[in-house]
């Protein structure tokens, strides 16, 4: 119950005000918010381990040096959807302190999936230049996080590992987009070159995005009225 209690606290904290720190990178009282939340997130799996997400994510890191929050990041969306088959009601719980998300497991996940695009990260294994070839040695090096992955709802063996990296490298976002924001705004350009070099951006009136992806990394930046609000090369701000 203490968990649950700093966990619930942490998220109603979180999502209340990332959505600001990404508008107004100044904003003392969000920040001052966010750094609170993260506190109490910290306790809360200091005393409750964390699951598969984070098991699934270890690897990530160890091979491909992506920040471990990226990383957590990218299997967040797969690895809900896993386990929300058999937990709905704990995700609902989490839905219920969030501003604008569905009272559902799956209003948990789209509100999260909606937030990974809006922040301009990338949503996909692929989009993290993570290559295809390697999802099964990922799934292999995340049977050595038994410490992690005892705690999820649901088991994982190696062959649902590779199942949850497979999911994650094709992603939500590359078949039928279900956040508002992506619907509402996608990118109206897409260009690729016969060397694989994509670079896709919009004109939206007031906002413009541009995303390119090549052999040497990637390359993401964000403007709102003319001003650069994020940007992210090779997944570093």
């Known amino acids: 119950p203490i968990s649950d209690m700093l966990a619930l606290r942490a ?3 979180l999502a209340g005000n990332i959505r600001t720190v990404l508008r107004a990178p100044d904003d003392v009282s969000a920040r001052e918010a966010m750094l609170l939340g993260s506190m109490f997130a910290g306790q809360a799996f200091a005393n409750a381990p964390v699951g598969a997400v984070h098991a699934l994510a270890y690897p990530l890191g160890g091979h491909y040096h992506i920040p471990h929050g990226l990383s957590n990041s990218l299997m967040l969306p797969t690895v809900l959807s896993f386990n929300a088959e058999i937990c709905p009601e704990l995700y609902t719980e989490l839905a219920a302190v969030i501003p604008g998300a569905a009272r559902s497991a799956q209003g948990l996940i789209d509100w999260l999936k909606a937030l990974i695009d809006d922040s301009g990260l990338p949503a996909t294994l692929a989009q993290a230049d993570i290559p295809e070839k390697a999802l099964a ?4 090096d995340a049977m050595f996080q038994q410490r992690l ?3 999820n709802p649901r088991e994982v063996d190696e062959a649902t590992a590779l199942r949850l990296y497979r999911d994650a490298w094709s992603g939500w976002n590359w078949d039928e987009p279900a956040n ?3 619907s509402q705004y996608p990118y109206n350009h897409v260009m690729q070159t016969e060397s694989g070099h994509v670079k896709e951006y919009d004109d939206t009136p007031g906002s413009r995005r541009i995303h390119e992806r090549h052999s040497s990394g990637t390359f993401y930046e964000v403007h709102e009225n003319g001003d650069l609000q994020h940007r992210i ?3 570093r701000y």
């Open 180 to 182: 508002p924001w992506n």
């Open 233 to 235: 090369v090779n997944d």
């Open 149 to 151: 992955l005892i705690n």
């Open 11 to 13: 998220l109603t904290l």
């Open 137 to 140: 040695m990922l799934a292999k």
